[in-house]
């Protein structure tokens, strides 16, 4: 994946991308941002993907010379099953979580919650919960805000050293589009949603240079304009429409315009 900064004592990498999908027959979709961040004694997960990314998860730290028992802090953002499931990979981190989102976590009904039940209860009782308040230092460096809209009590992780400002918004702002339109999509509360885009974008264009590492999207840099993305899109799927196993189609899930001119998106 990419580096995204130096900030605050700490190497910030997006360790797996996100993408701004929806599946139409399926399910859910559900490709999600993570983030490594690794400094100051510390190897720091903002995020851990749902199971379907597990081995895709592992594999990246190991490229990186990291074990699931090096990670010592997962800081999770909001209760949602693409963005928390994977945290029981990682035994000797504290796993932080909004005290009011996980509440609100374990009250929701099965039937339209998209958290998942048994790990949120799991995460509940377990020892190496830290619970967390809108505005406190989660970690040094790192300041929790609250972003409502997507869930009541959704946070923001904020870095800045006074010269340079890293976003990581994860689902207060899902993509590029949410962003524009300050509107969001897959929301619980659609006008809170608002709100909180017209927050967290403020707070990216007020600094220049500043990076939005949105939650299922490329990240963005603010360049005085409609941002620009950082790195390049890697996303498709790998069919077997035809007879034999060997006998296989990929589809590139990237725009036209990202595709090298020689390709096409369904090649």
Not at 209 to 235: E, K, S
Request: charged residues 20%; aromatic residues 4%.
């Amino acid at each position: 994946m990419s580096d995204l900064a130096e900030l605050c004592g700490y190497r910030i990498e997006l360790l797996v991308q996100g993408f701004p999908g929806k599946s139409l027959e399926n399910g859910g979709l559900g490709w999600s941002s993570v983030v490594l961040l690794r400094g100051q004694g510390r190897v720091i997960l903002v995020d851990t993907g749902s199971f379907s990314v597990r081995r895709t998860l592992l594999a990246r730290l190991a490229e990186r010379g990291l074990s699931r028992h090096d990670v010592t802090d997962v800081l999770l953002t909001h209760a949602h099953y693409d963005h928390m499931m994977n945290w029981t990979l990682f035994p000797n981190a504290s796993v932080a979580i909004g005290a009011a989102e996980l509440d609100h976590a374990l009250s929701e009904p099965i039937e339209t919650s998209l958290g998942a039940e048994l790990y949120v209860s799991a995460l509940a009782a377990s020892p190496q919960l830290r619970r967390l308040t809108p505005g406190e230092e989660a970690l040094p460096g790192l300041t929790a805000i609250e972003a409502p809209g997507h869930t009541p009590h959704h946070l923001v992780f904020v870095l800045d050293d006074g010269s340079a400002r890293v976003i990581l918004a994860a689902d207060a702002v899902k993509n590029r589009a949410e962003l524009l339109a300050v509107s969001g999509v897959s929301t619980q509360d659609s006008a809170a949603s608002a709100t909180t885009i017209a927050r967290i974008g403020a707070l990216w264009r007020e600094r220049p240079g500043a990076i939005l590492v949105c939650g299922h999207d490329l990240p963005l840099v603010n360049d005085g304009a409609d941002g620009t993305y950082l790195g390049a899109r890697r996303a498709g799927i790998l069919c077997w429409f035809g007879a034999e196993p060997g006998d296989t189609r990929q589809i590139a899930l990237v725009a036209a315009s990202e595709c090298p001119p020689e390709q096409g998106p369904t090649a």
